[in-house]
């Protein structure tokens, strides 16, 4: 157990005395009064430094509520104060800011809810990726259910219309006990939610690996659009305005979900746990996101934040300090659930579906019509001041009196020791040439072996839960390289999301592996013809007190920061999720980087089914042997070691160059990124999603079939020729420096492999599609 | 004169901006009509589109029955006014009793998102009449209580009768009974489809533009009336 993290079987409620709502609450005079009283701040998840540190910046012991307050504001997740100094890189190495109009200007970046990205004709989007990942262990269907509602909140925060999800999920092993009860949980959990709400889900990920088992991933994006016009900060501003809390009523749910869950690690007794899990009502939530946008169309809203990890705490804090004012807050007239919840309790909530804005005076009663309108409660709570104090008062006394922003931004910021792991160079000295490669005879068995583990196989059984039409405007959906979207329907404009992280990879080597995964997931949205404009990330990994983890997370960070400076696309946001963990056992350390593109034209995207028959077909990019980390080296020799593929940051942008061109000039007819499991799994995929039923192909490989078939080498596409544009592609490859190869061509109802082996696609089709369904039913 | 096709809005509807984009392509106009509101806004026919009305709390469809725009709905379709209920929709329409029979949790009870093949078995209503007999059409069945279910004699009436506007070609993927997709009233002014026609009236963005035939059967019906 981490130090300072509280124990598995501690109940999550209010500090001490607090609980009950019945009994007087902790004052700020009372406090004053009894600075010795003993304070429960280790169960809260504070360290004894932490405490003294508050007490030193209040001059007093603080009350209960300010102490509860202040121990999910002050928490890992809510603070980043292991992570900070670290993610300083993101902005100190972006690339170079780019001009007005052009695509991909950042409008907002880090340190708000969601950066936003203008992607020209007036339009921008705002896209971000959060973690649920411990509440969806301790109760898969809600905690993943409310992992898209609070993301979707972030979203709306910033004025945008959320128009797609997408999620990244990482399980224990497919075959194993629990996956059965924590993988059908977190998918009817995103599904119910998600379809409730009416926002398509567009892709994602689905992995399984044996360090997930005690410690799901569940990563949820959203992707919002909004016009310039309509960007909104969280600022409280203007002495007098009003604070307005609207959407669901406060219960006694999640209370402490950003401390004691979030930012601990899994120790046993998780059921005790399950009161820190939020409860989610997408129907309030499809409510409020519809008041939203006509509050805001409307110009009631001065400020706005959404209600996610911390609740009313995060909120008042963060929008106080955001505006460099003052606020003052009656508890009392938070409308609750539960009437006796106290204030620490009212504080430390994380009742989902709940916003909250700051309304001038003479816009309430029209603010209050709105919200009528579309059913949705909406209380004046408190008031902005120009104090720069936060005060709360409950039955009359004062319980909180700070400044907002030694909540909200002076928090502790450590620097953790980080210490390259023990065992790191004789897992790299490991090499997978060491391990025995399949006789020519045994290629096909070898790509069916592939084809049909877990991660590898059709995702459909997952897929199909999720509504991926809804909107009208989805384009591209899983199992396609990356979703799409239609922005704009007259002029085609929209844009393409995929997200993408390997495990094995970042456990070999994190640096290496942040920047493999931020390549794949550029690379997925370059595949469809756009131009990657932005990222953001969800950093998964364990205890950051664990200086092995450390020194992984740090790794990461570098490598991704220096990634993204190199390809141009600055990181936007994102989220850090520590203590994923089992006892001392950290995950693989797995970065999650997801990738947003602008295509100027959806209806010249492309599919990555192959479309016509006698069409030409060509590998682009360079093959070498990269098996460390590989599918290959995993799947059928359960061997992780030797170095990830090399990284060629060069290569991914000439290839990105020449499918944006190539897409735009109509010079491809479809295109498929080659990652886990190399060209074999590629050429199959595309086979099964022929445009028209499955689609065959003759493939002639150059050189080793093995490596040619089976090497995870990054910086590659195979793509399918458009009638008569083989020069123009080769010229178009020339100028860029990428390397063509011709594969062969589209026919037939197989996939043959000259020399090698020739295989029914139906075969093909039907290996994959049976796998989930014969694990989950 | 332009056909005006009003689309409902009830809290928690999804696809009405669907609905009103396949009624615009389809050359009609489309007329916004608001749950809380009385009056049909001289609306010659009217969309119930997808979604999850008032969260499906309660039962699919049963609280929006009694919001009070429907309350100008029911007895004008009982007149005679062209009314399609899409999935969502389908469930209102059947709650309020202009549709018989029920639509229950699909088989396997999970939501399904699927493109399905349904056959058009009835082309005398003004929402089919575009199609042809027996005609094939893709569109996206997308719903977790999809499966549309009726005690034997109301199946039996059914047939007899022919409301069975459409049914699954290839079996029903949600155990809906007789593999029905889409029923109609005695009238057949009032038709109630699980899957969306809505969701298929571009390539780009669906399985292809079958469905589009829901709509300009009724714009065309519309103006020639």
């Not at chain 1, 319980?399 to 928090?411: E, F, M």
């Not at chain 2, 506007?165 to 009238?187: E, K, L, Q």
Request: hydrophobic share 45%; aromatic share 6%; proline share 7%.
């Amino acid at each position: 157990m981490s130090a300072g993290a509280s124990s598995g079987a501690q109940t999550p409620h209010g500090p001490g005395t607090a609980a009950a709502g019945t009994a007087a609450a902790d004052t700020v005079a009372a406090a004053t009064v009894t600075p010795r009283r003993p304070q429960p701040y280790a169960e809260l998840g504070l360290t004894e430094e932490e405490y003294q540190r508050i007490r030193a910046l209040l001059g007093r012991r603080p009350t209960d509520p300010e102490l509860a307050l202040y121990s999910v504001m002050w928490s890992e997740h809510c603070s980043y104060k292991s992570s900070r100094r670290h993610l300083r890189q993101f902005a100190d190495k972006a690339p170079p800011v780019k001009g007005d109009g052009e695509a991909g200007r950042l409008l907002a970046g880090i340190g708000h809810n969601a950066g936003v990205v203008d992607i020209g004709q007036g339009y921008a989007v705002t896209f971000k990726i959060e973690s649920h990942n411990h509440p969806s262990y301790v109760e898969p269907f809600q905690g993943a259910a409310t992992g898209v509602g609070g993301i979707v909140r972030d979203i709306l925060a910033m004025g945008a219309r959320p128009v797609a999800v997408m999620d990244s999920l990482r399980f224990g092993p497919a075959g194993a006990p629990d996956t059965a009860r924590v993988l059908p949980g977190v998918v009817g959990g995103i599904s119910f939610y998600g379809n409730c709400l009416g926002l398509p889900n567009i892709g994602g990920e689905l992995a399984f690996d044996p360090c997930y088992a005690g410690n799901p991933l569940v990563n949820a994006l959203c992707v919002g659009v909004m016009r310039h016009e309509d960007l909104r900060f969280a600022v409280a501003r203007g002495a007098g305005n009003k604070v307005i809390l609207f959407g669901a009523r406060t219960g006694p749910d999640g209370i402490g979900g950003a401390s004691v869950l979030a930012s601990a690690s899994f120790g046993g007794g998780e059921a005790a746990k399950r009161p820190s899990v939020q409860v989610g009502d997408p129907f309030m939530e499809k409510l409020l996101v519809e008041c939203c946008l006509e509050l805001g169309a409307a110009g009631l809203l001065a400020g706005i934040q959404d209600l996610g990890a911390a609740g009313v705490s995060c909120a008042t804090a963060e929008l106080a300090a955001g505006g460099g004012s003052g606020m003052t807050v009656n508890l009392d007239l938070v409308p609750l659930r539960d009437s006796s919840l106290g204030p620490a309790e009212i504080l430390m909530s994380e009742s989902q579906e709940r916003m909250m804005a700051i309304v001038e005076p003479q816009h309430v009663a029209r603010f209050a019509g709105i919200c009528a309108r579309w059913d949705v409660p909406a209380t004046v709570i408190g008031e902005v001041t120009g104090t720069g104090r936060l005060e709360m008062t409950w039955r009359g006394e004062v319980v909180v009196d700070i400044a907002p922003q030694t909540a909200a931004s002076q928090g502790p910021v450590y620097d953790r020791p980080a210490a390259r792991p023990a065992g790191q160079d004789a897992l790299a000295a490991d090499d997978p040439a060491r391990l025995p490669r399949p006789a020519p005879g045994e290629l096909l068995d070898t790509m069916l072996t592939l084809l049909s583990w877990p991660d590898l196989a059709d995702k459909t059984w997952v897929t199909e839960q999720y509504d991926r039409h809804v909107l009208g405007d989805t384009v591209l959906a899983a199992p396609e390289n990356a979703g799409v979207i239609r922005v704009d329907e007259r002029t085609g404009l929209g844009v393409a999301l995929a997200t993408d992280g390997n495990g094995r990879y970042s456990r070999l080597d994190p640096y290496a592996g942040a920047q493999l995964a931020l390549a794949e997931a550029y690379r997925n949205v370059a595949a469809t013809g756009a131009r990657p404009a932005a990222v953001t990330n969800c950093l998964n990994f364990g205890s950051p007190e664990d200086p092995a983890v450390m020194w992984q997370f740090a790794e990461a960070v570098r490598g991704l920061a220096d990634g993204c400076a190199f390809l141009g696309t600055p990181v936007t946001g994102g989220n850090v999720s520590f203590y994923n963990q089992t006892g001392d056992v950290p995950i693989h350390p797995t970065p999650v980087v997801g990738v947003l593109g602008v295509l100027p034209d959806v209806r010249r995207r492309l599919p990555l089914g192959f479309r016509r028959p006698g069409a030409g077909l060509v590998l682009l990019g360079r093959t070498g042997a990269d098996f460390g980390g590989s599918a290959w080296a995993w799947a059928v020799h359960g061997h992780l070691g030797g170095r990830p593929p090399a990284v060629d940051l060069t290569a991914e942008r000439a290839l990105a160059a020449v499918l944006a061109a190539a897409a735009q000039d109509g010079l491809l007819a479809a295109a498929h990124d080659l990652s886990d499991g190399g060209l074999a799994v590629a050429l199959a995929e595309s086979c099964v999603r022929g445009q028209s039923g499955p689609a065959g192909c003759h493939v002639s490989l150059p050189g080793d079939p093995f490596t040619m078939l089976f090497s995870e080498s990054p910086a590659r596409v195979v793509a399918e020729v458009a009638p008569g544009a083989e020069a123009a592609l080769a010229a178009l490859c020339q100028r860029h420096e990428v390397p063509v190869t011709d594969l062969g061509t589209v026919g037939g109802d197989r996939l043959e492999v000259a020399g090698c082996f020739s295989v029914a696609v139906d075969r093909l089709a039907a290996v994959r599609a049976a796998v989930l369904p014969a694990l989950f039913g | 004169m332009t056909a005006r096709v009003g689309i409902v809005t009830f809290p928690g509807s999804l696809d009405d901006r669907d609905a009103a984009r396949a009624v615009r392509r389809a050359g009609g106009e489309a007329v916004p009509l608001w749950h809380g509101d009385r009056g049909l806004r001289g609306a010659d026919a009217v969309v119930l589109p997808g979604g999850f009305s008032y969260g499906d709390y309660l039962r699919c469809g049963a609280i929006a029955r009694f919001a009070p725009v429907m309350a100008d709905l029911v007895p004008a379709a009982r007149s005679g006014l062209p009314v399609l209920g899409i999935c969502n929709g389908f469930q209102i329409l059947c709650e309020a009793h202009l549709l018989p029979g029920a639509l229950t949790h699909n088989a396997g009870l999970r939501f399904i998102d699927r493109e399905v093949q349904v056959r058009i078995e009835h082309n005398g209503t003004p929402w089919t009449s575009g199609y042809g007999r027996q005609q094939e059409i893709t569109v996206v069945l997308k719903s977790g209580q999809g499966a549309y279910l009726a005690d034997g004699a109301t199946l039996a009436r059914l047939e007899a009768d022919g409301q069975v506007v459409a049914r699954y070609a290839g079996g029903s993927p949600n155990g809906a009974a007789r593999d029905i997709a889409a029923v109609t009233n005695p009238a057949g002014n009032v038709v109630g489809i699980m899957p969306h026609p809505e969701h298929a009236i571009d390539p780009l963005t669906g399985p292809g533009g079958d469905g589009l035939g829901f709509f300009t059967s009724v714009v065309r019906a519309l103006v020639a009336r």
